[in-house]
């Protein structure tokens, strides 16, 4: 077997990714100005990196002894604590926002609902005007979670059987898929509400098998470090990567389309394959590996409690300070949930589910 090598400047990258759509939500919930108006673009480098990683770490185990059962149960044990926390927060937070402004929000039973099925990482599809018809009213960010959930699934159930060239097939067509459900919206942010989910589909579709064929074309081949330039270390490629994320916005919806589906079909596998050539990312890449899930996963929460409070009775701080205050909160929390909770959490999981294999066998 190879000797795994662990790709530290993607997990930086990822965490630098997953604060940018922090930023990007500031701008949502009216915190801040549009200040990386493509980040929702991190929905797809999260998905190529999502498919270099799984087959990184799976592939070679999934054709020999390891079974989907125990590949389903260990991505089981990876994403749900959090996720559960996340829908739970959101979920609080809806029913404190009907009983003081019902007029604002679902009925309560559709809000019951959305609480039931999100809390399961699985998409709310009747949601009402108030939440926009989003699959994840409780926490909107979850709705990458649940695709990119269902494609390791589907990859572990099939994909590594399957040659690279019918992966370059799917990714071929998932690819003219999102180029044109983006020109014809004018924008790549699809996927998160029920009448975008097929685009939403077609994005992982195209972003996650892409990460697969990475791994198995450039993934622990000692040549790849060949690739590696003295004038290309994990800080440039962190800062092309933000760049591609703020680019500002086109005067035409046809411009700005044409950027999204460029950074989604070239541009982001291309700094994945620069993250690849990279060494270690030093002590602050760690924290942003580290910081990257749970911050995504949490932020929107605190973001929509925040602009909630300045809404009402924090309405005298100046935005920038609220701002500010929301996005430490979200990093501070995420942190704290992360080390005292997930970590504690899927240990013990882990700890169980072995225990139950040994009594079974």
């Not at 402004?101 to 599809?125: A, C, H, W, Y």
């Not at 990567?241 to 389309?257: K, Q, W, Y």
């Not at 700094?271 to 760690?286: E, P």
Request: overall charge positive.
């Amino acid at each position: 077997m190879r000797t795994r090598r662990r790709y530290e400047t993607l997990d930086a990258l990822r965490g630098v990714a997953a604060l940018a759509v922090v930023v990007f939500h500031l701008g949502q919930v009216r915190l801040a100005q549009d200040l990386v108006p493509h980040a929702y673009l991190a929905v797809d480098f999260f998905f190529v990196l999502s498919g270099f990683v799984i087959a990184h770490a799976y592939e070679e185990a999934l054709r020999g002894s390891l079974s989907f059962e125990s590949f389903a149960l260990r991505r089981a044990i990876r994403l749900y604590p959090l996720a559960i926390l996340g829908a739970a927060t959101g979920f609080v937070l809806l029913i404190l926002k009907w009983h003081s402004f019902p007029e604002k929000v679902d009925p309560l039973q559709r809000i019951l609902m959305s609480g039931l099925l999100n809390g399961l990482l699985l998409p709310t599809p009747f949601g009402g005007e108030a939440s926009r018809h989003e699959l994840f009213p409780c926490n909107g960010p979850l709705w990458t979670l649940f695709f990119e959930l269902a494609a390791n699934l589907a990859w572990a159930a099939w994909g590594p059987r399957l040659r690279t060239r019918t992966l370059l097939i799917v990714v071929f067509i998932a690819g003219l898929a999102i180029a044109a459900l983006a020109w014809k919206a004018g924008t790549a942010n699809l996927g998160f509400d029920v009448a975008t989910a097929p685009a939403g589909a077609a994005r992982v579709c195209f972003s996650f098998p892409l990460g697969v064929v990475l791994f198995r074309l450039l993934g622990d081949r000692a040549w790849i470090s060949r690739l590696r330039s003295d004038w290309i270390g994990p800080a440039i490629v962190g800062i092309l990567l933000l760049g591609i994320l703020a680019m500002p916005r086109a005067a035409s919806s046809s411009a700005f389309a044409a950027w999204d589906i460029a950074s989604i079909l070239f541009l982001l596998p291309a700094l994945v394959v620069a993250g690849i050539a990279q060494g270690r990312s030093g002590h602050f890449g760690d924290f942003l590996g580290e910081l990257s899930y749970p911050v995504y996963v949490l932020h929107f929460p605190v973001l929509l409690l925040a602009s909630g409070l300045h809404q009402s009775a924090l309405a005298h701080v100046p935005v920038v300070a609220m701002a500010a205050a929301a996005t430490v909160a979200a990093i501070v929390g995420a942190l704290l949930a992360s080390r005292f909770y997930d970590l504690p959490v899927r240990g013990w999981l882990s700890h169980l589910s072995r225990r139950l294999v040994h009594h079974n066998s």
